[in-house]
C-alpha cells in the first residue's frame, strides 16, 4: 500500500483481556518500529524489526507484551492480560532500511483503552 | 533514557506570526529529525538535518541544529491555522537504527 496502515483504529478491551494489534509496513520496508504513546506523552520506543535479524526487544515494557513480523511484513503486536495502565495509542513505522537516516513513516496508530 | 527535550512545552500565536520550537538533547547524533502529529495520531516527518550540517529550509520550516550546545530549532514562518499540531524532535544518538522522541510542543496558531 501507499502507507503504514494498522488495525484497528481504535479498541476497548477489558482488563484482563488479550488484545492483538496489526501494523502493515510500507512494502520494501525493512525496518519496523513499535512505538508507543501515552497520554500528553512522547513516544516510547517498544521493538524494533529489521529483515530477518532478531528484532531489538528493549523497550517492551513486560513480558506481556510481544510482538512478531511474518515473512518480513506484517507485524503484529500482542498485549496479554492487559492492564489499565496499558492505554494508549499504539504507534507503527516503517522505514526504507536499516537507521532512520531518510525519517520513518508512521501508521496512524491504534488507540487501545482498557476498562 | 529521554533523548530530545522540546521547549515550550505550548505554544499559542496568531496567523502570520512566526513560531520558533526548540529542543535539546544529550548524547552525541548523526542527524536530528522533526516531526508533526494532528489530534494524537500519526506522526508525519517534515524535515531531517545531518550533524554536519548547521541549517536546512523546507518551504516555510527552516531548521538549525547546534552540535556544540546540542541543541535544534524549528522555525514555521508565516504559520497558519492547520500548522496548529505537536511537533517533536526525534534524534538518533542512543542507537543508530532508532530515533528517542522528546514529549513535544504543543502549537496553537489562533485565526
Known amino acids: 500500500g501507499a502507507g503504514v496502515s494498522q488495525s484497528p483504529s481504535n479498541k476497548v478491551t477489558e482488563k484482563g483481556k488479550d488484545v492483538e494489534l496489526r501494523c502493515d509496513p510500507i512494502?520494501?520496508?525493512?525496518?519496523l518500529y513499535w512505538y508507543r504513546q501515552s497520554l500528553g506523552q512522547g513516544l516510547e520506543f517498544l521493538i524494533y524489526?529489521?529483515?530477518?535479524?532478531?528484532?531489538?526487544k528493549s523497550g517492551l515494557p513486560s513480558d506481556r507484551f510481544s510482538a512478531e513480523r511474518t515473512g518480513g511484513s506484517v507485524s503484529t503486536l500482542t498485549i496479554q492480560r492487559t492492564q489499565q495502565e496499558d492505554s494508549a495509542v499504539y504507534l507503527c513505522?516503517?522505514?526504507?532500511?536499516?537507521?532512520?537516516?531518510?525519517?520513518?513513516?508512521f501508521g496512524s496508530g491504534t488507540r487501545l483503552t482498557v476498562v | 533514557s529521554q533523548q530530545g527535550e522540546e521547549d515550550p512545552q505550548a505554544l499559542s500565536i496568531q496567523e502570520g506570526e512566526n513560531a520558533t520550537m526548540n529542543c535539546s538533547y544529550k548524547?552525541?547524533?548523526?542527524?536530528l529529525q522533526w516531526y508533526r502529529q494532528n489530534s494524537g495520531r500519526g506522526l508525519v516527518h517534515l524535515i531531517l538535518?545531518?550533524?554536519?550540517?548547521r541549517e536546512k529550509h523546507s518551504g516555510r520550516l527552516r531548521v538549525t541544529l547546534d552540535t556544540s550546545k546540542k541543541s535544534s530549532s524549528l522555525l514555521i514562518t508565516a504559520s497558519r491555522a492547520a500548522d496548529t499540531a505537536s511537533y517533536f524532535c526525534a534524534t538518533d544518538g542512543d542507537s543508530n537504527y532508532k530515533l528517542t522522541f522528546g514529549k513535544g510542543t504543543l502549537l496553537t496558531v489562533n485565526p
Open positions: 538535518i545531518r550533524s554536519n550540517e
Open positions: 524489526f529489521q529483515g530477518n535479524s532478531a528484532p531489538d
Open positions: 513505522a516503517s522505514s526504507l532500511d536499516r537507521g532512520p537516516r531518510n525519517g520513518y513513516t
Open positions: 548524547t552525541s547524533i548523526n542527524n
Open positions: 512494502s520494501g520496508h525493512t525496518a
